[in-house]
């Protein structure tokens, strides 16, 4: 019997062995390829045209809305620092900064003033002037008028404008001049120069729209009906086409009053597979993922760990405080000892070097420990078991039966964590803490919800028995009233207003909080905001687990790309992005 | 044929009804109305704001003096706005169709185009190596998982190939070999899925009608094969494989939502999903009675199909 193949068997093997590299090539699953990934890496990661003055981004999300006032959600301040700009903006350094402003107003420059309220309460006034060259894209001067607008749509509840505490808390605006307007606040805050969620609507295209029916403007708004309107943007850019769910292509605004950006064209692409938002980088079909809107952490690691050479990968860890609410209520973890035992019992610096790669530094409390008022002079908890055990002995949690901890009573030491389902990320951290509690002896359930009920039922209204893991996203210097102050603990008759979850009620607390609020002399509030923190890491009432980062992942020849690490993008300095 | 028609009109328009209430129903029950989302991304909401955003939205009233109230407009032929969209729900939810029928109708046409004559020439060669063939091929798209055979489609020909774009849709105005070109790897997906069902039903049809006597007189009276699958055969076996037909006519409309997400193709399935998930009532309810009635649309075909396909069947009539 001959052993010689015939020409269409030569011909399978050859298809076969081709497909199979083709396969492993693809799935950059061989190391043996890395000199052909080296090879393709210009194919894969420079634009079509290397002269090509176009920048495709992915995004996991579209935005709902285009309106600047109307809905808040990340999609949206992404697409916005590329086409409008906030009256004050943080900057890299996390701090204050004019964005739509000539200079930043403070008490120092006489450009805030503290007088009474009509109602004879201490207020502030806080005076802003605009550029004298801003202009909305289609040539109308952007002018006071459009301050005064954008603040009567914000002020009438019939358009549903997010961000309604900001609108009260501005009871009256006075316009000064075409470039000058001062806002009179009702409460002296530290925070009083800050206008970072306004913006500015184009008063010679919406004010007809707005006046025709308020309650009917936010569908019929301009930003909704016709987004490619160049009056509508005063950025960089201008909104040129758009695809609902798909993509928003941007082009140069050329009634920009500021730098010139360098690309003449970016174009947006919404993608809701992270799988598949890989294989877009991957084919060249976008340029880079947005880190504010991109893959997860270890989606971001396992691509450096296939693709790294070829991308410029930023990690930027920022203000996502991935932590656990505690509910006080529950009569086991109503025991401080039982709260300070889980966190000595968590290994969470093993799992940040095992699972993040050590890219996810572990939180010690709310404060990220790069924002200019995180304390040193706070208890911290690094894995210690024999602590944790001798916490929940002192705890009366001494009966140890099946590796399970009984109290006197007979009752186990069981505690129940939810989160949401689905996340993948998540779900591994319980899973790791679920063992290594079980090693101190308690024995902690998982139950996870979809991420609507968790969050739209079940923590507002305090329903999970014993822990809950999510991530709150917060601003620099953010006062954590409504998490930690007592008047925020959703109840029914407050109809679950409030997002302090644990419910904490004390005292000295809510002083502090205030304090801060109050204090408007940074170097007068850091006392309280360390008493803030020592509080919140003694009394433990959430569990703080890891500050989350961004994961940029870019091409080599952009340039001028900083993360910032908080909620204002790194698209609002897109002016200053270019190709190498 | 009249009357049948009208019966089966208002059948529908009664299904429609129920419908309507039974969807909006569901989305209201669901935990977390849209207020509760955006008081979970905005920690300085209180509960004055979100009592007036609640008002605003007629949140406040119970589901069914909203539903009333959604259906009183409705009659009236204003559809609501969507509220994730800030839209008419018609201008949301016609592009996203016009771009889900023109994936899935492509699809669909090839899926057809391909599975009859592949599973009418299986049948014709039961238990041959072709046959074999056949079926491997279609138990293979039967089981691929769709998410999965789209990536590895993305992979090959837009990762390593470079040929195809990963995913979108073309740009206004984009040339036509442009538009095709997003077209063809989640056309290509949703084909490959669709065509081993479709050649599934196709063969086991045409084996069941083969076996018939009319089929053996026919080649008794020397009938060619060729005459006798084509002419004699298939129209017959045709009839269960139309019902299969009509219920995928709904689902043209409807989307893919698996292909659509992972090509990022703004389609239906994704509207659907995200106006369910994002508590937008009106889109929601709009786009699932869409897809209801064109089910029951596909059905009604269907059954003037039969009378086509098989003269004995009479339509609003016993048969003969």
């Not at chain 1, 019997?1 to 950059?28: D, E, V």
């Not at chain 1, 996502?320 to 290994?347: F, S, T, W």
């Not at chain 1, 050590?358 to 420990?369: E, F, K, L, W």
């Not at chain 1, 408007?520 to 703080?544: C, G, K, M, N, S």
Request: overall charge negative; aromatic content about 10%; hydrophobic content about 40%.
């Amino acid at each position: 019997m001959s052993h010689s193949q015939s020409p269409h068997g030569k011909f399978r093997s050859y298809l076969a062995i081709a497909a199979t590299a083709l396969l492993l090539n693809a799935c950059g699953g061989s190391n043996d390829k890395v000199s052909d990934d080296k090879q393709s890496t210009d194919k894969s990661t420079a634009p079509a045209n290397a002269s090509s003055k176009e920048l495709n981004i992915g995004f996991t999300q579209y935005p709902s809305t285009m309106h600047p006032n109307i809905e808040s959600m990340v999609a949206k301040s992404y697409i916005r620092g590329m086409t409008a700009r906030a009256i004050t903006i943080f900057n890299h350094d996390w701090e204050l900064q004019c964005s739509l402003c000539v200079e930043l107003p403070t008490i120092e420059n006489g450009m805030a003033v503290l007088e009474q309220t009509p109602e004879g309460t201490p207020g502030i006034a806080v005076t802003y002037e605009l550029p004298a060259n801003a202009s909305w894209g289609d040539g109308t001067p952007l002018t006071t008028k459009d301050i005064q607008f954008a603040y009567e749509v914000g002020r009438n509840q019939k358009t549903g404008a997010n961000n309604m505490e900001m609108y009260r808390r501005i009871y009256q605006l006075d316009i000064l001049d075409q470039h000058r307007f001062t806002v009179h606040l009702n409460k002296v805050t530290f925070n009083y120069n800050v206008l970072g969620d306004f913006y500015p609507l184009p008063e010679h295209i919406e004010r007809s729209i707005y006046e025709e029916d308020a309650y009917e403007y936010r569908h019929r708004t301009q930003y909704n009906a016709n987004i490619t309107n160049p009056g509508l943007w005063f950025g960089p850019y201008i909104v040129s086409d758009a695809a609902q769910g798909s993509f928003l292509v941007m082009t140069k605004n050329p009634h920009w009053h500021g730098k010139a950006p360098y690309f003449e064209k970016i174009t947006t692409k919404a993608i809701g597979n992270t799988s598949a938002m890989e294989a877009n980088l991957l084919s060249g079909t976008i340029d880079m993922i947005a880190g504010e809107l991109g893959l997860q952490l270890d989606q971001s690691l396992a691509f450096e760990s296939r693709h790294g050479s070829k991308y410029n990968i930023i990690y930027k860890p920022g203000l996502q405080y991935e932590h656990i609410d505690v509910n006080l209520e529950n009569p086991i973890l109503a025991n401080k000892q039982v709260r300070q035992a889980m966190l000595y019992g968590m290994d969470r610096e093993e799992m940040n070097q095992r699972i993040f790669s050590g890219r996810q530094p572990v939180a010690d409390t709310s404060v990220s420990p790069m924002d200019r008022s995180a304390s040193d002079n706070i208890r911290r908890y690094s894995y210690n078991k024999d602590k944790a055990m001798a916490l929940l002995d002192s705890a009366g949690w001494t009966d140890i039966r099946d590796g399970i901890r009984h109290n006197a009573a007979g009752e186990p030491l069981k505690i129940e964590i939810m989160s949401t389902a689905g996340n993948k990320t998540r779900e591994l951290i319980q899973q790791i803490l679920q063992s290594q509690l079980k090693d101190i002896g308690i024995d902690l359930r998982i139950r996870n919800e979809a991420p609507r009920v968790f969050f739209g039922q079940t923590t507002r209204e305090r329903r999970f028995s014993g822990l809950a893991l999510f991530a709150w996203v917060g601003a620099p210097e953010n006062v954590p009233r409504s998490t930690l102050h007592s008047t925020e603990i959703p109840t029914a008759e407050n109809n679950y207003s409030g997002q302090n979850y644990s419910s904490i009620s004390n005292p000295q607390l809510d002083s502090a909080i205030e304090a801060v609020e109050q204090n408007l002399v940074f170097a007068d509030r850091l006392p309280h905001w360390e008493t803030i923190q020592q509080i919140y890491a003694e009394e433990l009432p959430v569990l703080p687990l890891f500050w989350r980062p961004n994961s940029f992942i870019l091409p080599h020849w952009l340039k001028g790309l900083e993360p910032t690490g908080h909620l204002d993008s790194s698209t609002n300095w897109i002016e200053y992005w270019s190709r190498d | 044929m009249r009357w049948f028609l009208l019966t089966r009109i208002i059948q529908s328009l009664l299904v429609l009804a129920v419908m309507s209430f039974v969807i909006y129903a569901l989305i209201g029950l669901m935990p977390g109305d849209p207020i509760d989302l955006m008081i979970s991304s905005n920690p300085n909401m209180t509960a004055a704001d979100a009592a007036a955003l609640r008002q605003l939205f007629g949140l406040d009233l119970p589901i069914y003096q909203r539903y009333l109230n959604w259906l009183g407009t409705a009659l009236g032929g204003d559809l609501g706005y969507s509220r994730l969209f800030g839209q008419p729900v018609l201008d949301v939810l016609f592009p996203a169709m016009k771009n889900t029928v023109i994936l899935m109708g492509t699809a669909f046409i090839l899926s057809v185009c391909i599975a009859i004559p592949v599973g009418t020439f299986a049948a014709s060669k039961p238990r041959s190596a072709v046959d074999y063939g056949v079926n491997l091929f279609a138990f293979a798209g039967i089981s691929i998982p769709s998410f999965w055979l789209a990536l590895m489609l993305i992979i090959i020909f837009s990762v390593f190939l470079g040929w195809f774009p990963a995913g979108g849709i073309a740009v206004d105005g984009a040339p036509f070999l442009e538009q095709i070109k997003y077209m063809v790897l989640p056309v290509a997906t949703i084909t490959i899925v669709s065509i081993g069902g479709h050649s599934r039903y196709v063969r086991s049809s045409m084996i069941e009608v083969l076996r018939q006597d009319y089929i053996r007189t026919a080649r008794a009276k020397g009938a060619d094969n060729k005459r006798v699958i084509w002419k004699h055969a298939l129209r017959n076996a045709m009839i269960p494989v139309v019902t299969i037909l009509a219920l995928d006519f709904g689902f043209l409309f409807s989307g893919a939502l698996i292909t659509e997400t992972i090509y990022s193709w703004p389609g239906m399935g994704k509207l659907i999903f995200d106006s369910v998930m994002g508590n937008d009532f009106n889109l929601a309810l709009v786009a699932l009675l869409f897809a209801t009635a064109l089910t029951l649309t596909g059905n009604l075909l269907a059954d003037i199909c039969y009378a086509w396909l098989d003269p004995r069947i009479v339509i609003g009539g016993d048969s003969k």
